[in-house]
Nanobody, 124 residues
Framework: EVQLVESGGGSVQAGGSLRLSCAAS????????MGWFRQAAGKGREGVAT????????YYRDSVKGRFTISQDNAKNTLYLQMSSLKPEDSAMYYC?????????????????WGQGTQVTVSS
């Protein structure tokens, strides 16, 4: 059984940084894709960043390019999202997800497994 557990969320001021972590168990990093999604209050869930676990290719939504970096540490079975230059519009619940097939930025429909989420709040 695949389990994903996020951590690292919190409250920061605009311009600050946070690093989210996603501890994965039962997931094989040799193939597939992992990603981060977010969902703000009253809005739909959207893909933020995706990494192909074998090639390490990465994809980002336009609004976070140059500010967010997704990475994985296979030895620690952990996925990361380094977030810098945070803006109030980045405030949301952030979810880690894993899938077997992605086309570019992971879509919600391509995620087979989800974490419980970690809250990020950015104040102006």
């Amino acid at each position: 059984e695949v389990q994903l557990v996020e951590s690292g969320g919190g409250s920061v001021q605009a311009g600050g940084s946070l690093r989210l972590s996603c501890a994965a168990s039962g997931y094989t990093y040799s193939s597939g894709c992992m990603g981060w999604f977010r969902q703000a209050a009253g809005k739909g869930r959207e893909g933020v960043a995706t990494i192909y676990t074998r090639s390490r290719a990465t994809y980002y939504r336009d609004s976070v390019k140059g500010r967010f970096t997704i990475s994985q540490d296979n030895a620690k079975n952990t996925l990361y999202l380094q977030m810098s230059s945070l803006k109030p519009e980045d405030s949301a619940m952030y979810y880690c997800a894993a899938g077997t097939y992605c086309s570019g930025l992971m879509a919600v429909s391509q995620a087979h497994y989800w974490g419980q989420g970690t809250q990020v709040t950015v104040s102006s």
